[in-house]
């Protein structure tokens, strides 16, 4: 099996203690399956994008999972499979528009509530999988 792991110059890394703790994408040659790790509402610097607001941040966290998969040479409608989790999930599903802007696609999903995500003002995580020909 041939893997290719990838970190998006637009992604911000996430390093502690010196090490960078997870890859942004990981492709795997074959069918080209391409696995994207859980993607929060962060900018390329690694900033929470709207602390608060599950709109901004669902739209933050497309926006990372399109420049993931793109890295990879794949597109949002290449997704088979989300795993979504969020802090709120009423609030979650008043923004199902946005949601649809990005994975209108309908692949598999899976959304579980959460107690909290890795910062306390993140509100939304998704993590994705996409099968390229």
């Known amino acids: ?74 597109t949002l409608a290449d997704i088979v499979k989300t795993n979504t989790y969020v802090t709120d999930i009423e609030e979650f599903f008043k923004h199902v528009d946005v949601r649809m802007e990005y994975f209108g696609a309908l692949p598999t999903s899976t959304t579980v509530e959460v107690r909290k995500l890795a910062h306390p003002d993140l509100l939304v995580e998704v993590e994705a999988i996409a099968v390229v020909d």
């Open 1 to 74: 099996m041939k893997r290719q792991n990838i970190q998006p110059p637009s992604l911000s890394k996430r390093v502690v203690g010196g090490h960078v703790l997870y890859s942004h994408v990981v492709v795997v040659e074959g069918k080209r399956t391409i696995f994207v790790s859980g993607q929060l509402a962060r900018g390329p610097a690694g900033e929470v994008v709207g602390p608060g607001d599950m709109r901004a941040q669902l739209r933050q966290v497309g926006e990372n999972i399109k420049a993931a998969l793109a890295a990879a040479g794949a």
